[in-house]
């Protein structure tokens, strides 16, 4: 009796406990999976300069990929793209003679990353500037410690690979202790300061690659989604922009989305079960070379043909593509972009003006044209094609001398 | 009168993983149609290979009373050791295993090594061993970890034996000798008693340290395997490869009744825990279930099993650590 006694509240908390545990579990989901939104890109300047010409270099990189997918349109999504007066920045090297950037980097835990610090150091190099560095190891919170690192150093510019809206405050807090921040391969929201944004635009690839889909099966289908991580913007700002793409067309069926955690292992698992559950898809729309070489991989060791499918354009993935009749459309996301970053903080130490969103426009390509992308020469991971000089992809040992 | 309270109550929480097992091929009979097609079937048995593989590691070390967080580290370490030294070549594959396997050994006893040396808590030891690793991993492929994984170790990811998935029956194979060394060995029952309460094992004259020692080196070698298992299933160098098998490994072996606290569990209920995990995920997957909802799904499911322990429903197999029983 007094067993039950004991045991009826203890039953009791651990029901409630549960409740609460389950609860909490829920609500977390409901958070991750929620869309960020994607066109909040930063802008430094409050009256828009030169805005005509400005907004042309934006609308030059949708052309160009429309051109390259064979798209009749594909329609830019609203973005108001300025000129920065950069007299406000003009500055001589606040030590020596030599200007000091800080590079607040992703830190070199995937090829991409490894890639962007080392274009970025090879071209300071160039340019004959001193790098103060600190990698964040793809962690926004080591972020926030970084950049307060650096900006304690009093660097003349900062270069913030940003790894999610969390260090928003602390680009802010760099910007208005006098430091001119350039955003790079990422967007944070106007609230950061940062003075300009170098990326490729994630609505572009999004977009793009949806109407490339919706090509390619005359607007009617079923499409199952395959996306990195839920909850990191990276990706959901793709998936926003596809989502948006194939509601303009009533036929097309979104059957399932589903995470490839952007590894090509768990991308041939999801789509073994694509195979199993939808016999019928059209199209895989993904962001991911990597996530798009397991599906390859499923659909052949099924014996069933691959159906078109998207991706960030991974040398791997051409090579397992190789030989097949696989209809595909690539694009790229290039880390040496991390270039142009640099030349456009330099740019506003110098006092010439840049744009405040400076969307990079790289090369985008289908199956037609891929045997021209192949790198033999190269690494499986390397995202191609590259415009990183060739004796650096050889030192780092991505690409042999030829 | 208590003892026959206890005895049903251990029915009742040796019987729940398998009604729960159950209730899961009803309903995914009755909400996915297509669950039983040969298809999806093979993909629940890849599933079970994989995941048990490092399940049956975790096993031995939560019956110790500790846990291994570094499992995942070493498939990711095994994925990138086997295609640096081979770069893709079958003529380096049995030295490219046997690098993993040395890999494996030092890994399981470093953490030995902090966990019974140094005091360490498991917890912090391992999770600290998994950071090493990614570590060595980056400083040593510089986040670009290039080469190939032989085409030789393909039949292991993705071979089949009379349709059963390799990997299911490599599984099925260690967890036949993992159940016979665990029920049926002295040495087994040292792995218990040591994990029940490892001063009086010690006082009894067990060497408890070098027990554990054991334990924590089979757990890496689990990830050694499951890591060969990976490879050769996708053929490419993973660097975002696992993320979940941790949990995915202790999930499966809590939901079958292995307790955290240590000594209490069988290798079957293990098996159990896998095969429901992996029937779980495959029908939530199935069921156009969106990455949140499944992890929402799969963490409630650890919460139930979890709290089921907690309700303290002895095992039969805590109450028989003796070597005239058994364990299996």
């Not at chain 1, 962690?139 to 650096?150: F, G, H, K, R």
């Not at chain 1, 969103?357 to 390509?365: A, L, Q």
């Not at chain 2, 009604?19 to 079970?48: D, H, K, M, N």
């Not at chain 2, 696992?242 to 079957?268: E, F, H, P, Q, Y």
Request: glycine content about 10%.
């Amino acid at each position: 009796m007094t067993q039950h006694a004991h045991a009826r509240p203890h039953a009791r908390k651990g029901l409630i406990a549960l409740a609460v545990g389950a609860t909490a579990a829920v609500i977390l989901a409901a958070c991750s999976t929620e869309q960020e939104g994607g066109g909040n890109a930063t802008g430094g300047a409050t009256d828009c300069i030169n805005a005509e010409e400005a907004q042309s270099t934006y609308e030059e990189a949708w052309q160009s990929t429309a051109d390259a997918f064979g798209l009749d349109q594909l329609e830019p999504v609203a973005e108001e793209v300025c000129e920065v007066d950069a007299s406000e920045w003009q500055a001589e090297p606040k030590q020596g003679d030599t200007y000091r950037i800080a590079l607040a980097a992703q830190g070199p835990n995937n090829s991409w990353g490894l890639i962007s610090e080392e274009a970025f150091n090879y071209h300071a190099d160039e340019l004959g500037v001193d790098v103060l560095y600190a990698s964040a190891n793809g962690d926004a919170t080591t972020q926030v410690d970084n950049i307060q690192q650096l900006a304690s150093q009093d660097p003349d510019a900062m270069v913030v690979v940003p790894m999610g809206e969390g260090i928003s405050g602390q680009v802010k807090a760099a910007v208005d202790q006098g430091i001119p921040v350039v955003l790079c391969s990422g967007i944070l929201p106007e609230s950061s300061g940062a003075v300009s944004t170098v990326t490729r635009q994630y609505d572009l690839l999004g977009s793009a690659y949806a109407e490339w889909i919706a090509n390619q099966i005359d607007g009617e289908g079923q499409v199952a989604i395959l996306s990195g991580l839920a909850g990191v913007p990276t990706a959901e700002y793709q998936v926003a922009a596809a989502k948006e793409t194939f509601a303009k067309y009533d036929g097309i069926d979104i059957v399932t989305e589903q995470f490839t955690e952007w590894s090509p292992t768990v991308a041939k698992t999801v789509a073994q079960n694509l195979i199993a559950s939808y016999p019928e898809l059209d199209a895989i729309w993904s962001d991911s070379g990597y996530g798009a070489i397991g599906v390859i991989q499923a659909y052949q060791e099924a014996g069933l043909p691959v159906p078109p499918i998207t991706g960030d354009a991974i040398n791997d993935f051409l090579l397992t593509a190789e030989g097949t009749d696989t209809r595909f459309a690539l694009s790229t996301f290039p880390p040496e972009m991390s270039m142009e970053c640099l030349d456009t903080a330099m740019s506003l130490l110098q006092g010439e003006n840049v744009l405040n969103k400076v969307y990079i426009d790289s090369p985008s390509f289908t199956n037609e044209d891929a045997e021209q992308y192949v790198r033999r020469d190269c690494d499986g991971s390397l995202l191609v094609p590259t415009s990183v000089p060739e004796d650096l992809l050889v030192s780092l040992g991505l690409c042999t001398a030829s | 009168m208590a003892v026959v309270t206890r005895t049903a109550a251990s029915r009742t929480s040796v019987l729940a993983p398998l009604a729960g097992l159950v209730l899961l091929l009803i309903l995914a009979a009755v909400t996915t149609p297509g669950f039983y097609s040969p298809e999806v079937l093979r993909l629940v048995l890849f599933q079970i290979g994989v995941i048990g593989v490092a399940a049956l590691g975790q096993t031995f070390v939560l019956l110790l009373g500790g846990i291994d967080l570094s499992i995942s580290g070493m498939v990711s370490l095994t994925s990138v050791v086997l295609a640096m030294y081979t770069a893709g070549s079958d003529d380096r594959l049995v030295v490219g295993i046997l690098l993993c396997i040395g890999a494996g050994i030092l890994v399981g006893l470093l953490n030995a090594g902090l966990v019974v040396l140094r005091n360490v808590p498991p917890f912090v030891a391992t999770f600290a061993s998994f950071v090493l690793i990614q570590g060595v991993i980056i400083a040593w492929t510089r986040g670009a970890p290039s080469g190939r994984i032989p085409r030789g170790l393909a039949w292991l990811g993705g071979g089949r034996i009379l349709e059963i998935p390799v990997p299911l029956i490599l599984f099925a194979a260690l967890a036949l000798i993992a159940g016979i060394v665990l029920g049926r060995t002295t040495a087994g029952r040292r792995v218990y008693a040591s994990g029940l309460n490892p001063d009086a094992a010690r006082l009894s004259g067990i060497r408890v340290g070098l027990v554990a020692a054991v334990c924590y080196v089979i757990a890496s070698l689990s990830g050694v395997i499951a890591g060969l298992i990976n490879a050769g299933f996708i053929g490419f160098v993973d660097a975002a490869l696992v993320r979940d098998l941790d949990l995915n490994s202790i999930a499966a072996a809590v939901i079958g009744g292995i307790a955290l606290t240590g000594g209490k569990g069988r290798i079957w209920q293990t098996v159990i825990g896998v095969v429901l995990l992996a029937v779980l995920l495959t029908w939530l997957i199935q069921l156009g279930a969106g990455g949140g909802a499944q992890l929402v799904v799969s963490g409630a499911v650890i919460l139930l099993a979890v709290w089921l322990q907690s309700r303290r429903f002895p095992l039969p197999s805590i109450r028989r650590a003796t070597p005239e029983k058994g364990m299996q």
